[in-house]
Structures are given as structure tokens and as C-alpha cells.
């Protein structure tokens, strides 16, 4: 049974969204491209009781075209587009007979300059706030979300990919471009991050069940490109079809405090070396 609070949680947001979107509808300008987003006491309370939070933009439009530009790169350094390449997730739908990347995971091993944003204050600098401590990198993937077919993501909540790990995982999403409702952007179950995981479909055993996926206890979290959206391994999102003529990529890296060590040479690099022996190959 769903718990009253979320469905209070969903109505004080929908009441009051500018509380949550920080504004989106607006952007300041950068001056200090080095500027490092730090959480008010505000903003700490929200993503307590909320389990996420977005940031407004704190990287320069030159800084989001470089990162745009090394997530083309990415794709044309991951090699063939096809269904059994391990770094790539293909979308169900191709445009012109020809197979779309959904997703690329991992990512840092292949573009230097998107090694180069993993410690990036801006980008660990909140999350770090949230632990109270310094962190690690724990998992990094990009999203493409491509105009006209770019594929919803069912309910799920992060946690149920990563149990063999520790639960103090908090994911960082950059934006390379504005998410809107239009376009899929990140929709959250507000409060879900107290429930600890959910039930989940016996035939998706990843999925949350049909009967909790209900978009009506969901709230959109729309942002400008350069916006960071923080959310809790146990926050229960998912986002709809892109439908729009305009791609919603975004950088996803994931950090765990550092008193838990760095379990990135472990969970993430295996993965790699599987992906770079496939490409080895072909």
C-alpha cells in the first residue's frame, strides 16, 4: 500500500514547484566557471525529506559544449552499434532500419575529459556535503534519450542493481541539455527513499511493480542544461518517451563516501575490461 506521505509530498510539490526546480525558468549567469555549488540549509532539508534535489546551472555554456562534444565522441569511440557491444544500450525503436544507442556505461576509460569531470567539485562537492565526508566514484554512464525515440525508463529504484553493495550511493546528474516534461526528463516518487526497496515485478525482478508504477505519484524534475539533479539510491524515478526533435543526454556518476572505499577497480572495471576484450574482436 502506498504511504500517505508521498501522496502529500507529490501535492506540496506540484503546489509549489518552484521549490523544487530552483528556479528553471530562469538562468543566472556563471561568472567563476570553478563556482562550486554548495546546498542551503533549504535545500539539505529538501533532499532529506525528498530524496533528491536540483541545483541550478554551474557550468558555463563553453564547458557544456566541450562535454557535448566528447559525448559524440563517446559515441564514436565505443565501438559498433550493435545489440551485443556490453558498453551500449540500444533503444527499442531505429530510425532509418539503424539502431540508436540508448545508453553508454562505463564511460570515463574512453574520453579523457569525461575522467577529467568525475572530481569535479561542482559535481562531488554537494554529494559530499550530503555524507559528510569526502567520496568515490562508484559508477558513471551517459544518457542519450534521442529525439523522436528515445525510450521511457520503467519505475525502478538504483539500489535493486547494486545489493551486493554498500547503500549510501548517491547518483549526480549533469545535464548537456534542457529536460523538460517534453522531452523525458527525471520523474521521482517524492519521499521513496525512506521505504528502503520496494516490490518489485516477479518478470522484472529490477522494475517496480505494475501496481505502485502509478505516474500520478511522480513529480517532474525539469532543469536547464548545466543543472545538476541529485537523488538518493533509493529514490524511486523513472522518466517518459522523448518525443521531441531534440536529444536530452545527461552524465550520471555515482559516488559512495569514502569511509566505504573505493569499490570502482571492483564493481566497474571488470565491466570494462569485458567491453574493451568485445571491441578487441570485431
Not at 133 to 153: A, Q, R, T, W
Amino acid at each position: 500500500m502506498l504511504a500517505g506521505n508521498w501522496c502529500a509530498a507529490v501535492l506540496f510539490l506540484r503546489r509549489f514547484p518552484i521549490k523544487y526546480s530552483l528556479r528553471q525558468n530562469t538562468r543566472s549567469p556563471v561568472n567563476n566557471s570553478r563556482s562550486i555549488p554548495s546546498l542551503s540549509p533549504e535545500q539539505v532539508t529538501f533532499y532529506d525529506e525528498f530524496g533528491f534535489v536540483v541545483l541550478e546551472p554551474a557550468f558555463t555554456e563553453p564547458e557544456l559544449d566541450a562535454l557535448r562534444r566528447a559525448a559524440d565522441e563517446l559515441l564514436a569511440q565505443s565501438g559498433p552499434v550493435l545489440p551485443d557491444n556490453p558498453r551500449l544500450q540500444i533503444e527499442p525503436e531505429q530510425i532509418d532500419a539503424q539502431p540508436v544507442v540508448r545508453k553508454i556505461e562505463p564511460i570515463i576509460d574512453v574520453v579523457p575529459a569525461l575522467g577529467d569531470l568525475v572530481y569535479d567539485r561542482r559535481m562531488t562537492g554537494p554529494v559530499a556535503q550530503i555524507f559528510g565526508e569526502e567520496v568515490f566514484l562508484f559508477e558513471d554512464k551517459l544518457n542519450y534519450k534521442p529525439p523522436f525515440i528515445g525510450s521511457h525508463y520503467p519505475l525502478h529504484q538504483d539500489y535493486a542493481y547494486w545489493q551486493e553493495h554498500t547503500d549510501r550511493l548517491v547518483t549526480v546528474t549533469l545535464l548537456l541539455d534542457d529536460a523538460t516534461a517534453e522531452n523525458g526528463c527525471l520523474r521521482f516518487v517524492p519521499g521513496s527513499h525512506k521505504q528502503g526497496l520496494m516490490p518489485r515485478d516477479d518478470d522484472h525482478p529490477r522494475h517496480i511493480q505494475e501496481a505502485i508504477d502509478d505516474p500520478s505519484i511522480s513529480v517532474d524534475a525539469p532543469g536547464l542544461a548545466g543543472s545538476l539533479v541529485i537523488f538518493s539510491c533509493y529514490t524511486a524515478h523513472h522518466s517518459f518517451p522523448n518525443r521531441t526533435d531534440t536529444g536530452r543526454r545527461a552524465i550520471l556518476y555515482t559516488y559512495n563516501p569514502a569511509v566505504d572505499g573505493d569499490t570502482y577497480p571492483i564493481y566497474m572495471n571488470r565491466h570494462t575490461q569485458r567491453c574493451l576484450d568485445w571491441l578487441s574482436v570485431q
